[in-house]
């Protein structure tokens, strides 16, 4: 079991890793301030403690085998910890489904002023998490279609890496020049090499199979500032939420579960009793297949997407999202062929689509080789 402390300030933990918030662990704080001009204890307990938790799924790298899953005692400080304390287990619960590893989770009791509730008048937007996927772009056109009305705002969760970043942004300078411009909040939270940990490879499992818990936390809490008590809106496509299995290689924690249904009820359950607020969390395209968010973003947003250079960029998100994921996890070259040939086929409606061959490291664990699609023509 790997045991990992988290502090604020620099008070003596013991761990086999340490974490200290604004140090080496970046939870967001600084931009939740940013954005709403304030941040209580409570909102700063539960960014701490989803922080931690992604950290830590990075920091440890997953063997082979019976070697794939973990266990970790993780060690968090609360100044809410009445609060968090009770919702303990159903946490690790959750953390067990998405990523198939042991969880213990110890809340520190720090000294703070506990909140005692917060006074947001509800309202009738929508708070979308936007990862800058095709799946999460598609869901931005079409809940932020002016002509529904209300409010929709958008979340993303950002790591270090700058590609992530600019292709979010691109994005979103894309929409706005096509009459679509919800507010974006942008959160950066990762771990770093730096002090009191300078030689940790902070970022040494790309599995990031917790990181869906990160993501809710951060919308849930943006959405109760603005509140949108009522809904919290989720966009993945129906077999990439409940996961089946494309082959023998891809069960537990090896398919990701970031959309599943049980995982989003019982984290709805999780933050309704963690913030005190009535909050839903809704998957709208989890009847759909990817073709049929690829039809509905040809079809009803045609005339916002209908340069050829985009039409590109989009697909290309698909092969990004979807490809890699399956070639890092060390998918055999016909298998992976053979998926590649089941997301042609969801794309034959599309005119231009072409499947050309690509290379790309993993890191610092050997070379894979991947595949992605990209289009020529209009949507």
């Given at each position: 079991m790997t045991r990992i402390s988290v502090r604020r300030g620099n008070q003596d933990v013991d761990g086999d890793v340490v974490f200290q918030a604004g140090k080496n662990l970046l939870s967001g704080e600084a931009r939740f301030k940013q954005t709403f001009g304030s941040i209580t204890s409570l909102e700063s307990d539960l960014l701490l403690l989803a922080a931690s938790i992604f950290a830590a799924d990075r920091a440890i790298y997953r063997g082979d085998g019976e070697e794939y899953s973990r266990s970790f005692e993780l060690r968090v400080p609360a100044v809410n910890i009445g609060k968090l304390q009770?919702?303990?287990?159903?946490?690790?619960?959750?953390?067990?489904?998405?990523?198939?590893?042991?969880?213990?989770?110890?809340?520190?009791?720090?000294?703070?002023?506990?909140?005692?509730?917060?006074?947001?008048?509800?309202?009738?937007?929508?708070?979308?998490?936007?990862?800058?996927?095709?799946?999460?772009?598609?869901?931005?056109?079409?809940?932020?279609?002016?002509?529904?009305?209300?409010?929709?705002?958008?979340?993303?969760?950002?790591?270090?890496?700058?590609?992530?970043?600019?292709?979010?942004?691109?994005?979103?300078?894309?929409?706005?020049?096509?009459?679509?411009?919800?507010?974006?909040?942008?959160?950066?939270?990762?771990?770093?090499?730096?002090?009191?940990?300078?030689?940790?490879?902070?970022?040494?499992?790309?599995?990031?199979?917790?990181?869906?818990?990160?993501?809710?936390?951060?919308?849930?809490?943006?959405?109760?500032?603005?509140?949108?008590?009522?809904?919290?809106?989720?966009?993945?496509?129906g077999q990439m939420a409940v996961h089946l299995p494309l082959t023998e290689g891809r069960i537990g924690a090896r398919s990701t579960h970031t959309a599943h249904p049980d995982v989003l009820k019982e984290m709805e359950q999780f933050l309704q009793a963690a913030i005190d607020v009535p909050i839903r969390i809704k998957n709208p395209y989890v009847g759909r297949t990817k073709q049929r968010s690829l039809k509905y973003f040809g079809t009803a947003s045609r005339r916002q997407f209908q340069s050829r250079r985009v039409a590109g960029k989009i697909v290309v998100f698909l092969g990004m999202q979807l490809i890699v994921e399956y070639a890092f996890l060390a998918m055999s070259a016909a298998s992976l062929l053979r998926f590649m040939e089941q997301i042609r086929l969801h794309m034959s409606a599309m005119p231009g689509v072409r499947i050309s061959r690509n290379y790309t490291r993993r890191m610092k664990h050997g070379e894979t080789s991947w595949i992605m699609l990209s289009s020529f023509g209009n949507f």
């Amino acid at each position: 079991m790997t045991r990992i402390s988290v502090r604020r300030g620099n008070q003596d933990v013991d761990g086999d890793v340490v974490f200290q918030a604004g140090k080496n662990l970046l939870s967001g704080e600084a931009r939740f301030k940013q954005t709403f001009g304030s941040i209580t204890s409570l909102e700063s307990d539960l960014l701490l403690l989803a922080a931690s938790i992604f950290a830590a799924d990075r920091a440890i790298y997953r063997g082979d085998g019976e070697e794939y899953s973990r266990s970790f005692e993780l060690r968090v400080p609360a100044v809410n910890i009445g609060k968090l304390q009770p919702l303990r287990r159903q946490a690790e619960r959750i953390l067990r489904k998405l990523s198939n590893d042991a969880w213990r989770l110890t809340f520190l009791q720090i000294p703070g002023k506990q909140e005692a509730g917060l006074s947001v008048t509800p309202s009738t937007g929508e708070t979308l998490l936007f990862s800058g996927g095709l799946d999460s772009l598609a869901a931005a056109v079409e809940f932020g279609d002016p002509k529904r009305g209300g409010g929709l705002h958008l979340v993303s969760h950002i790591t270090h890496n700058s590609k992530t970043t600019g292709a979010q942004n691109a994005l979103i300078r894309r929409l706005d020049s096509k009459g679509i411009s919800p507010p974006h909040t942008q959160f950066l939270v990762s771990s770093r090499a730096v002090a009191p940990a300078p030689s940790l490879e902070h970022d040494i499992e790309s599995s990031q199979r917790t990181r869906s818990f990160l993501f809710l936390t951060l919308a849930a809490l943006v959405a109760r500032r603005l509140g949108h008590r009522e809904l919290l809106l989720i966009a993945e496509n129906g077999q990439m939420a409940v996961h089946l299995p494309l082959t023998e290689g891809r069960i537990g924690a090896r398919s990701t579960h970031t959309a599943h249904p049980d995982v989003l009820k019982e984290m709805e359950q999780f933050l309704q009793a963690a913030i005190d607020v009535p909050i839903r969390i809704k998957n709208p395209y989890v009847g759909r297949t990817k073709q049929r968010s690829l039809k509905y973003f040809g079809t009803a947003s045609r005339r916002q997407f209908q340069s050829r250079r985009v039409a590109g960029k989009i697909v290309v998100f698909l092969g990004m999202q979807l490809i890699v994921e399956y070639a890092f996890l060390a998918m055999s070259a016909a298998s992976l062929l053979r998926f590649m040939e089941q997301i042609r086929l969801h794309m034959s409606a599309m005119p231009g689509v072409r499947i050309s061959r690509n290379y790309t490291r993993r890191m610092k664990h050997g070379e894979t080789s991947w595949i992605m699609l990209s289009s020529f023509g209009n949507f």
